[in-house]
């Protein structure tokens, strides 16, 4: 497959060697990208291709912290339901206590920069004439850079404890499914500098820097590694996970330019900061 944005560098003559990854799961648990750390990858600036738009650079994701939470209750039958406690209805009730949880640190105003949390499945109940015994509701919990998956967790985890003692007849257990920290890069380094000309170059626009709501493998990369690293692609962000997810042939061709442009652009500057 021919990579036209870094392609071009082969009869140019530069020197630098550009690595160009297309790893797997980031809307999972990140394996590719995690794989790619142990085998030791080596580099001094790093672009990730998520869609951003092409005159925007994203400089930061939210962390995200998944959760499964299992609700236990004594069953019985639904007849007589007000001898016995509703293990979905009890976990449910325990939802709408975890999203009222912040710290104040937050910005409420600031989608980016404060918990937002969402509940994606619910298991639970039989279906017949039976009170439901056993919940488990998986939540999804996006964590604003200014806190820790760590400190978010001990939080839900004191308020269950709070709940299960005001609660004596259920039981609670929660466990983390998976975790990322927030990742914020920094807005003056020299990819998105490099970007932000490019843009400029080839739209003719100032570049507008973003941060974003979901979590990216930058989040992972950018942490572990201590190197610029930033998020760049044509295409809609908001139109992700949709029906009516595209991306014009405009953008895709000025995107590969602004690409061209830009590894160009930090091979010279490497040089003069060498």
Known sequence: ??????????TEGNSAKIIVAGVVDEEGKSRGIKNLLKEG?????AIFGEPSGVEKITIGYKGNLRLKITCKTRTGHSAANMLYENAVEK????WREIQKIHFPSEKPESPFYSITSSITKIEGGKGNSTIPSNCQIYIDMRIPPQLTTAQVFEEVCKLIRQYQKANPKISLKAKIKDSVEPFEADQNSPPVQALSRSIREVRRKTATLIRKTG???MNIFGRAVQIPVVT????????SHTENEYIEIKEFLDGIE???RTVARLIRMHGEKA
């Open 1 to 10: 497959m021919q990579l036209p944005a870094t392609s071009a560098f082969v």
């Open 41 to 45: 990858v080596i580099a001094d600036y």
């Open 91 to 94: 976990a449910f009730e325990l």
């Open 215 to 217: 979590t990216g493998d």
């Open 232 to 239: 760049y692609g044509p295409g809609n962000p908001t139109l």
């Open 258 to 260: 602004v690409y061209r």
